[in-house]
């Protein structure tokens, strides 16, 4: 289902508690992973309708549609992934300024922001399979700034 995109006012001076709490990473194990699964499964189906539905996005967290839990989707070709529980395993030394924007600060100018400019990432996938990628160029850069909203971080 598409969600609204939990956005901030251009004055900054309330902050929506839902982008600025870090994200609790899912727990799978226990007799209630079941419902957990589909819990994850419902939110990760709303992230990608709600990408799918904005030419503009090339990312959205869990964070983002009022979830405080750690998932994210992010643009790999022409297509959305989902990434539960994502983490970066390796990155470059070298890192570059990524000019950047935000669903969520909607009529602001890009911000200017350092970011790493190769990864290697890890994350269950939709059917909470293991997945490792490598990423680089604007889908590293995206990658990291998803990781920052579940961090509860806004650029």
Partial sequence: MIRPIIEMP????IIDERLS????PIILN???SNAVKETVRKI???LLDTAYSNE???GLAANQIGHITRMFVFKFGDKFILAINPEVIMYSVDTFPSWESCLSRPGREPI???RFKRLKVGFLNENFELKI???AGRTAVEFQ???DHLEGKLI
């Fill in 133 to 135: 990628m490598k990423l």
């Fill in 21 to 24: 709490t870090k994200a609790e």
């Fill in 30 to 32: 226990g007799k209630n």
């Fill in 112 to 114: 200017k922001v350092r």
């Fill in 56 to 58: 503009r996005c090339l």
């Fill in 44 to 46: 990760g189906q709303d």
């Fill in 10 to 13: 251009l004055s900054d001076a």
């Fill in 145 to 147: 700034h998803e990781l």
